[in-house]
C-alpha cells in the first residue's frame, strides 16, 4: 500500500482565489481525518469522516472552509475565499477503526500570498 | 475537548546524552497516548504508544512513561544521535479523537 496520498504537495496562490486540497486514505481504512499544522497552534483536527460520513467538523475555522468525501477512496479540502492566514500545512490522515492511531499523508504545503 | 500541553517547545542536547520530553493532559477520561516523529518536511509517524492501563513502556532507545493521577505523560530518548532531530509530538485519545501537543523541536548535537 502506497499509504495515503495527498496533492497537491505544494500550492502557491493569491489571496481570494479557491484552493482544493485532495485526500486518498488508506485502502480499507474508515475513518479520514484533515488537520493543519501551524508553529503557533501545532496540529489541529479540522474535520474527520467515518464511512465517507462527516462526524465532527468543530475544528473547521469559518465558513470559507469546506470539506468533502465522495467515496471511500476520496476526500477533498476546499477553501474559498483563502486569505494569507489560512498559509499551513495540511495533513490528510487515515486510521482503519474507531480510536485508531491516525497515518498520516505527507501533507500539502499552502502559501496564500 | 481534551488540552494537551507539551514542553519544552525547543530541546537541544550533545550527541549521547538523554532528552526527556513532557506532556500534560486535562481529561482522566483519555485512555491512549500515542507519540510522533516529524522529520523536516516529512509527516508524522507513529514512534511509541502507551495505553491507560500501562505505566511504562521500552522499546529500544526510546521509552514512554504515564502518570495516571497526575495526568502527565513523557517521553524520553537515550543515548540520543543527531538522526533523533525531529519535531515530536504527543497526543491523546478520548472518545475517538485525538489530541495533539503543539510539538518539541529537538536537535541533537554532534
Known amino acids: 500500500d502506497a499509504g495515503v496520498i495527498q496533492s497537491p504537495r505544494h500550492e502557491v496562490t493569491e489571496m481570494g482565489q479557491e484552493v482544493t486540497l485532495r485526500c486518498k486514505p488508506i485502502?480499507?481504512?474508515?475513518?479520514l481525518f484533515w488537520y493543519r499544522q501551524t508553529m503557533m497552534r501545532g496540529l489541529e483536527l479540522l474535520i474527520y469522516f467515518n464511512n465517507n460520513v462527516p462526524i465532527d467538523d468543530s475544528g473547521m475555522p469559518e465558513d470559507r472552509f469546506s470539506a468533502k468525501m465522495p467515496n471511500a477512496s476520496f476526500s477533498t479540502l476546499k477553501i474559498q475565499p483563502s486569505e494569507p492566514r489560512d498559509s499551513a500545512v495540511y495533513f490528510c490522515?487515515?486510521?482503519?477503526?474507531?480510536?485508531?492511531?491516525?497515518?498520516f499523508g505527507p501533507g500539502t504545503r499552502l502559501t496564500v500570498l | 475537548g481534551e488540552n494537551v500541553e507539551q514542553h519544552p517547545s525547543t530541546l537541544s542536547v550533545q550527541e549521547g546524552d538523554s532528552a526527556v520530553i513532557k506532556c500534560t493532559y486535562s481529561?482522566?477520561?483519555?485512555?491512549?497516548f500515542p507519540w510522533y516523529k516529524q522529520e523536516l518536511g516529512k509527516r508524522p509517524q507513529l514512534i511509541i504508544d502507551?495505553?491507560?492501563?500501562?505505566g511504562e513502556k521500552k522499546d529500544q532507545r526510546i521509552a514512554v512513561t504515564l502518570n495516571k493521577t497526575a495526568k502527565h505523560f513523557s517521553l524520553h530518548i537515550t543515548e540520543t544521535q543527531p538522526e533523533d532531530s525531529a519535531v515530536y509530538f504527543c497526543?491523546?485519545?478520548?472518545?475517538?479523537?485525538?489530541?495533539f501537543g503543539t510539538g518539541t523541536s529537538l536537535t541533537v548535537i554532534p
Open positions: 502507551i495505553r491507560s492501563n500501562v
Open positions: 490522515a487515515s486510521s482503519q477503526l474507531a480510536g485508531g492511531m491516525p497515518f
Open positions: 497526543a491523546a485519545r478520548i472518545d475517538n479523537q485525538f489530541y
Open positions: 481529561d482522566s477520561a483519555s485512555n491512549y
Open positions: 485502502s480499507g481504512h474508515d475513518y
